[in-house]
């Protein structure tokens, strides 16, 4: 059988910005035999996240993720629909998702690599388990609950930057959920602000690219910062720890994407004047990683599909349709194209 698959065609450099042409689409042959412990998946949706971009470069920068090989099938989160299981955990027509899904439209994997997922838990919605009920969603809840030290009825305000991606746009709704009295997110258009605040309970939204950041989180802050959820690094970070943190307040360290084009560690360091506020104020920055978490994943899927199905937790995707726009959706998620989760359709079709 003849299947189609996305390989890495090019590496943007460490400094480089990714474009849709570092991949391309090749067709190849899927073998006809499942062997024992394999199962045959039809591809259904595919994640394009900000921490692949790492994955471009021949070092990652990091010990647990693994760089892409040129000319090799590249991988993510995924989810599909198996077709034939020889593993004695799964059947034909169960759903099934994984953080190595390989971007093809139909591939033979090794069972243990596969998890079961329950439709009801996302109402039927299959691509809600590689963003809010999923890995994004995790990284949300428990970033917030394990290094946002957030107290119910004590006033806390909460920043949140990248506030309109996956994770951001889950994080704020979970920082008002938890108990902060004040959720502010910083993003790059009037359309996501609007989004913010009209449909996710944002208390505010500031957009970078118009608006003097420091002005506005004085006028929206007055209490100052409490807790800052940041997902981009870089200027906009060192403006809310400078202007606005508290003393003994909290930075959960999500993500930096306005620093991975560059070639530096991860986290990167503070500048030294800003890293002197940090110090003075004993504001903590930890890196945070999610995958340090496993024994709470199971709770928290639970939780975040509860908040979904109670109307609390608002989900938001940008859904692209086909493998062959898997780099243009890589290319617009890392520019801010997306709003809420960036998904690609490979088939929506779930019938056998």
């Known amino acids: 059988m003849i299947v189609q698959r996305v390989v890495l065609n090019s590496r943007p450099g460490k400094n480089g910005h990714p474009v849709a042409e570092n991949f391309r689409v090749e067709e190849v042959n899927l073998p006809d035999c499942v062997n024992e412990g394999q199962v045959q998946v039809r591809t259904l949706y595919l994640s394009v996240d900000p921490y692949m971009r790492c994955r471009m470069n021949e070092d990652t920068g990091s010990d647990y ?8 099938v590249v991988d993510g989160g995924g989810v599909g629909i198996i077709e034939e299981s020889k593993h004695t955990n799964f ?8 953080f190595y899904w390989p971007w093809q439209t139909k591939v033979i994997l090794d069972g243990n690599i596969l998890e079961k997922v329950d439709p009801q838990l996302v109402d039927g919605h299959l691509s809600y388990f590689l963003g809010a009920i999923g890995m994004p969603g995790l990284t949300s809840l428990i970033g ?11 006033n806390q305000t909460m920043v949140v930057s990248g506030a309109a991606g996956a994770c951001g746009s889950l994080a704020g709704q979970i920082g008002h959920l ?42 929206l802050c007055p209490a100052g910062v409490d807790v800052y959820f940041d997902n981009v690094g870089g200027d906009i970070s060192d403006t809310v720890i400078s202007q606005v943190m508290n003393q003994n307040s909290h930075i959960i360290l999500c993500g930096q994407i306005s620093q991975y084009n560059k070639d530096v560690p991860y986290p990167p360091p503070l500048p030294p004047a800003i890293e002197a506020i940090q110090k003075e104020r004993n504001i903590t920055r930890e890196r945070f990683l999610v995958l340090n978490y496993k024994d709470k994943f199971e709770f928290g899927i639970l939780q975040l599909s509860q908040w979904f199905k109670e109307g609390k937790l608002k989900i938001k995707e940008t859904m692209v349709n086909g493998l062959e726009n898997m780099g243009a959706a890589f290319q617009s998620m890392m520019t801010g194209g997306n709003i809420g989760k960036q998904i690609v359709c490979i088939s929506g079709d779930t019938s056998l």
């Not at 993720?65 to 090799?72: G, R």
């Not at 997110?185 to 009209?198: A, D, N, R, V, Y």
């Open 65 to 72: 993720i693994t760089p892409w090989q040129l000319s090799q």
């Open 91 to 98: 059947t034909k027509g169960d759903f099934v998702t994984s």
């Open 144 to 154: 917030v609950q394990e290094k946002g030290h957030i107290t119910a009825g004590s």
């Open 178 to 219: 938890l108990g902060c009295s004040r959720v502010v997110g910083i993003c790059g258009t009037p359309e996501k602000c609007l989004f913010l605040t009209s449909e996710l309970g944002f208390d505010a939204a500031i957009n970078y690219k118009e608006e003097n950041v420091a002005e506005q989180l004085h006028k």
